[in-house]
């Protein structure tokens, strides 16, 4: 067991870890840009590293600086959390030739996975069903029309080093092709400095369902049942939960054995998420798998009762897994809820600012994951997600009416948030009804209003 690990990363995902590590008797390395000298993950580290300006690129994206003070500080491991470094393949190398432990999967994992088109390729040789598109990158305007024709129109442009809805343009008929691939790969290089772009089938109305996996090193590889993330807005998630309603337990078990197979079939290593579409008539398709661990982990923690954040640092510690498929068994229903620093009726304008009041809700199997604090000055230049709310209840029903009451405790003065946006999605009849997909919240506008007015009408 490591005794020193260097987190890096920032925000609650960074105070998550350190929480982890406290309960396994790890010291701690914050590192922070110096727009985040008082943020709360480099207060409560049992050390902390400035590493840079505020730009991620010059600090949360400089490998060299975060190595550098992994060896001022004498850390053993590095805990990437999500986003940033987190799925970079040269980081986990450098780590790996630094004699540095990197919690998560080897790099070659993450750089098979990275690659959506290989990634479609080993998945298509393990036998794991994935969306129909083209064999490899498109290479021609020629091509993709080719394809295009052959799968059926409409289709999808998407990035091949893609992430966070980056680089993905719809296409629905011929003649949008070339504007689309100009556009995804346009994006793809800007964020990802890869051009490269696939196409696939643009399935209909469909939910995003990704079922969580632990591998150890010595082989033994488990699924932790699903989330259902179908709740997104522009490619990006905004509210999750577990069970997935529309799975019976058959397919759960299917998919979640697909998992497994996915998994080794890229010899993975730690935590990992397996995502996948599933259309109106129950098939499911291989999307992509995420190599880190994913913001919407605690309601996979609240189901299962198992600690993922200690299970990564333990099974990169070489520990194997103190736990086989037939010991797990998801119970209850969670529901977590995005809270962004954002102006829904400005189009999701994002909000930095001073929080100048802050009542957080609280009770039983209510969980906040957060680093924001009353006084804290939430910086303009990192994602404006604040916080993740999230409900736990023996059903869903009770978990919904759970997170309706702390939502409308949640108080934050001084910028704006996207609370009452998810009260109004708690409160809609199709999602209460579980009829949503990937594309409910963007054709759907949604009316929000005082979470005082809101909170009166239950």
């Known amino acids: 067991m490591v005794n020193k690990i260097l987190i890096a990363n920032r925000g609650e995902i960074a105070v998550r870890i350190i929480r982890a590590c406290r309960e396994l008797g790890i010291r701690t390395v914050a590192v922070y840009s110096q727009a985040d000298k008082n943020a709360l993950h480099a207060e409560i580290a049992d050390e902390a590293v400035c590493i840079g300006p505020a730009p991620s690129r010059d600090s949360y994206l400089n490998m060299g600086a975060i190595l550098a003070a992994c060896e001022l500080t004498g850390a053993q491991a590095i805990h990437p959390g999500f986003g940033f470094l987190s799925e970079n393949a040269r980081f986990a190398y450098l780590c790996k030739r630094c004699n540095v432990i990197f919690i998560g999967p080897d790099a070659s994992s993450i750089e098979l996975m990275g690659d959506k088109a290989r990634a479609r390729e080993t998945m298509q040789k393990a036998g794991v069903p994935v969306v129909p598109g083209s064999d490899g990158l498109i290479e021609s305007l020629e091509d993709a029309r080719k394809v295009a024709d052959a799968i059926g129109y409409p289709v999808m442009v998407k990035a091949t080093a893609g992430g966070g809805g980056r680089g993905i343009r719809e296409v629905h008929t011929p003649d949008e092709m070339e504007d ?21 089938k643009y399935i209909i109305d469909p939910h995003h369902v990704e079922i969580q996996i632990l591998a150890d090193q010595a082989g033994n590889t488990v699924y932790l049942g699903e989330r259902d993330c179908s709740l997104q807005r522009r490619h990006q998630k905004v509210l999750e939960e577990s069970p997935a309603i529309i799975l019976d337990d ?46 919407e982990h605690p309601i996979t923690e609240l189901v299962t009762g198992i600690d993922l954040i200690k299970q990564q640092i333990l099974i990169a510690s070489g520990e194997p897994l103190p736990f086989r498929q037939k010991d797990i068994h998801p119970q209850g229903h969670a529901i977590e809820c995005r809270i962004n620093a954002e102006n829904p009726a400005e189009n999701f304008r994002p909000s930095p600012g001073r929080i100048a009041s802050l009542h957080v809700p609280g009770g039983p199997g209510i969980r906040i994951d957060s680093a924001v604090y009353q006084g804290y000055a939430i910086p303009p230049y990192y994602d404006s997600m604040i916080a993740k709310l999230i409900a736990y209840a023996p059903t869903r029903d009770e978990a919904i009416r759970k997170m309706r009451w702390a939502l409308a405790e949640f108080l934050i003065e001084g910028v704006d948030t996207n609370i009452d946006y998810q009260l109004a999605i708690l409160k809609d009849p199709d999602f209460l009804a579980g009829n949503v997909d990937v594309g409910f919240l963007d054709r759907k506008q949604l009316q929000t209003q005082k979470k005082a007015e809101s909170a009166a009408s239950r």
């Open 180 to 200: 689309a691939i100009a556009a995804a790969r346009g994006e793809a290089g800007a964020s990802f400095g890869n051009e490269g772009v696939y196409l696939e």
């Open 250 to 295: 058959k397919m759960r078990r299917v998919m979640g054995e697909t998992a497994v197979r996915a998994a080794k079939a890229c010899r993975y290593q730690n935590a990992g998420t397996i995502e996948f579409l599933v259309d109106k008539n129950h098939n499911f398709y291989f999307m992509e798998m995420n190599t880190r661990i994913q913001v």
